[in-house]
C-alpha cells in the first residue's frame, strides 16, 4: 500500500505494519509475556525421566535432562529462571562442559558416590544438597555409585538470553579431580584463606549440605523466633563471598511451614519456582489452589498475589529458587504483603 492510499487508522496500522513498525496505539499485536501460575506432577516427571534412562544413552545428548515447559511460554518456564530435572545413571558421565549460565543442583535423589566436578573439585550429591555452579565453571556429573542421581538443574539461562549465551564443550569427557572433597567450602567459607581472596575471578562452587540446612531450620523451628508472616521458616543460601544472595542473578531458599500454618498474601515482582521437598500443601495464587504433593513442582509468575496453606498436621519443606537478586540489581524489586 502506497502511504497516499492510508485513510484511516486501520489502514496506517497495516502500513506499518507491512514495513515492521508499529503505533504505541496499537495495541493488537503487543507481545504478551505474562504468564499464569503452572504445577508439575512428579509421578509424570519421574516416569518420563525414568523412561529416558532406557531409551536416552548418554552419546545421544549431553544431558539427559527432562525441561519444565510453561504452557503459556514457547519452550520456557518463566521468563528469566529455567528449570529442568537431571538423571545419572550408576557408570554414566555427564561431559563436562561450561557456560555463561550460572546454575545450581538441587539433589532430590542423592546417592554415594556421585559427584558434580566443578573446576577440578568434585562435589558430592546426597539428598537435600545444594550445589552452585557459578558462570564459565567447567562441569561434568558423575555417578560411581549404585543407583540413579536426580537432581533439579536451575540456570538463569533466560537471563542471559538477554544478550547472547556462550558455552563450550571441555577437552575430553571428565575434568581430572584436582582438588579434594570439601576444598571450596574449607577454604572459601566460614574460615577463609586471605591471601587467596583473588584467586578466582567468580565465586567458588560451593556445596550446602542437606545435614546443615536442616540443623538451621530445625533451630529456627526450636526457637522462640516467630516465623515470617508470608513465607514462615524462610532461610535463603548465601553467597560465600558476599554474604549475599547464592548468585548474582536468583536465590536459593527453603521454607518450613508448620502444621496447619496459613501464610499471608503477598506479590512480588520477581519468579519463584517451587518444589515441594518433602511432605503436601496448598499454595493460593491470584486464587487458584496449586494442590501440590511431595516433588510437585510448581510456578508463581511475577505480581501474583499468594499465599501458603499446610492443611496437614506435619511440617512441610518448599526448596525455592527466586530471581529477586536480578530485580533488586537493576533497582526494579517491588514487593506488596496484604495483611491477613
Ligand atoms: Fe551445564
Ligand atoms: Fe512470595
Redesign the pocket.
Known sequence: MDIGRVQDVSDLNDWLKERNLNGHWNHSDREHEEFKPFLWKWPEIHAGLMKATELVPMDMT??RTVQLRNPELRGRMSNTIHMSIQCVMPGEIAEA???T?A?IRYVIHGVSGAYTVVDGEPLPMETGDLIT?PGWCF?DHINEGSEPVMWL?V?DARIVALGRGL?ETYPGRQQPRERAIGYSNKTQGHVKASWLKHERLTPPAMRYPWTETDAAIQALRESEVEPDPYDGYHVTYTHPINGGPTLPTFACELQIGSPRLTTQDHRHISTTIYQAFRGSGVTVVDGERLEWSEGDIFVVPPWSWHHHENVSDSDNILFSVDDWPTFKALDLYREEGKDA
Open positions: 549431553g544431558r562442559h561450561r557456560h549460565a546454575a555452579t562441569h538443574d540456570l558455552g
